[in-house]
């Protein structure tokens, strides 16, 4: 019989990797390749067959594999990059660029060779740099390729939100623009709760430091976890992401996508409204700003464009 299940490739099999492969099980995605070197080898396997083992209690027919040869990845629809060391207290995510820029070469190269034709969603940090290096390299078209983070921060700015006002998340609406770090641009002026203004309901003190909060969030939990960073929210985050365009979702998600033009910024990959379905990116939302909010928005595009230009190819 023909294999008409997905294919869930999964590079690096460590702490966002590992949950990334459980949620994609219990959400009955696909089956899952868990990729990592060969020096992981025993910690995919062990994922893999742990995973499996919950598989039987809870009847899941998705498998997931434990793998350190990229031929296993091949022909991947999905493809979620974990790989690349996470950051300690003190450090900032640009701290990375290097060591994880050197994962990312093989990476996107292993990527263009094997999975020329998935939807490509880069985790690692510093985020909008790493998605730009591994667009370059991979050379996939623009709507297949996608950086993680505006879920998360925007999910983190919710929460807040809710925690705040003690009412439900789910009436909370709120979104966050621009790069991957402490200058990202949490939209209060769109945002709210049952359809009401958020403005209306926080008082301004109070949503300057949820804004803060939101834009520290990372290192929040840096300094929480001391060995590395956040990992079960980030894998929700891609998964929602994965979703939408295994499922042909359309679901309008934040997302580090390439400009080319929009916001009046071009040629750097960059936290916008997305639309993700079955073409991958299928469209980029322009959000009206104000001279206030567009101030803010492009202090945030220099930070990106500085960690950009530190990387050598
Ligand atoms: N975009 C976002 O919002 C977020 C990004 N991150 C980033 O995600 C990355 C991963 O975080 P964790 O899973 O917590 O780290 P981790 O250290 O638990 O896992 C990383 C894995 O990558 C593997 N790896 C290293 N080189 C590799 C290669 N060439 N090919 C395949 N695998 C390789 C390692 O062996 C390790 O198992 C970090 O760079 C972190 O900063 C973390 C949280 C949120
Ligand atoms: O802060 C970090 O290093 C990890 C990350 O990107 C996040 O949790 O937002």
């Given at each position: 019989?023909?294999h ?8 690096g ?8 492969a ?16 060969p020096?992981a ?13 919950l ?11 434990g ?20 950051r ?15 994962i990312?070469r093989?990476?996107a ?12 969603i ?9 998605v ?7 050379g ?14 925007t999910?983190r ?6 925690e ?22 949490p939209?209060?002026r ?5 359809g009401?203004p ?5 008082p ?6 949820i804004?803060?909060?939101t ?40 997302a580090a ?11 750097y990959?960059?936290?916008v ?25 492009n ?5 990106v464009?500085?960690?950009?230009g530190?990387?050598?190819?």
């Amino acid at each position: 019989m023909a294999h008409t299940k997905k294919k869930i490739g999964l590079i690096g099999g460590g702490q966002i990797g590992g949950n990334l492969a459980l949620l994609a099980v219990q959400k009955q995605l696909g089956d899952v390749v868990l990729y990592d070197i060969p020096v992981a080898e025993g910690l995919v396997k062990g994922k893999a067959l742990d995973i499996n083992q919950l598989s039987a209690v809870d009847g899941y027919d998705c498998r997931v594999t434990g793998s350190t040869d990229w031929k296993d990845v091949a022909g991947s629809d999905v493809v979620i990059i974990t790989a690349g060391v996470p950051r300690k207290p003190g450090m900032s995510r640009e701290d990375l660029l290097d060591v994880n820029l050197k994962i990312m070469r093989d990476v996107a190269a292993n990527i263009k060779q094997h999975c020329p034709n998935a939807f490509v969603i880069n985790v690692a940090n510093p985020l909008d740099a790493m998605v730009f290096a591994l667009h370059k390299i991979a050379g996939l078209p623009k709507n297949m390729v996608v950086g993680m983070a505006g879920v998360l921060d925007t999910s983190r700015f919710k929460c807040f939100i809710a925690e705040a006002l003690g009412c439900s998340i789910r009436d909370v609406e709120a979104l966050v623009l621009g790069g991957h770090g402490d200058d990202m641009v949490p939209l209060v002026r769109h945002s709210t709760v049952g359809g009401v203004p958020l403005t209306q309901l926080i008082p301004a003190d109070k949503l300057n430091a949820i804004i803060e909060r939101t834009r520290k969030g990372g290192a929040e939990l840096v300094n929480l976890y001391k060995t590395g960073s956040a990992y079960f929210a980030p894998a929700s985050s891609s998964i929602a992401m994965a979703e939408s365009y295994l499922l042909d979702r359309k679901r309008v998600l934040p997302a580090a996508a390439l400009l080319e033009g929009q916001y009046g910024m071009n040629g750097y990959f960059f936290g916008v409204p997305t639309q993700i379905g079955a073409g991958g990116v299928e469209k980029i939302i322009e959000v009206q700003l104000n001279d206030a909010e567009k101030a803010e928005l492009n202090k945030s595009f220099e930070s990106v464009k500085k960690t950009v230009g530190e990387v050598k190819l």
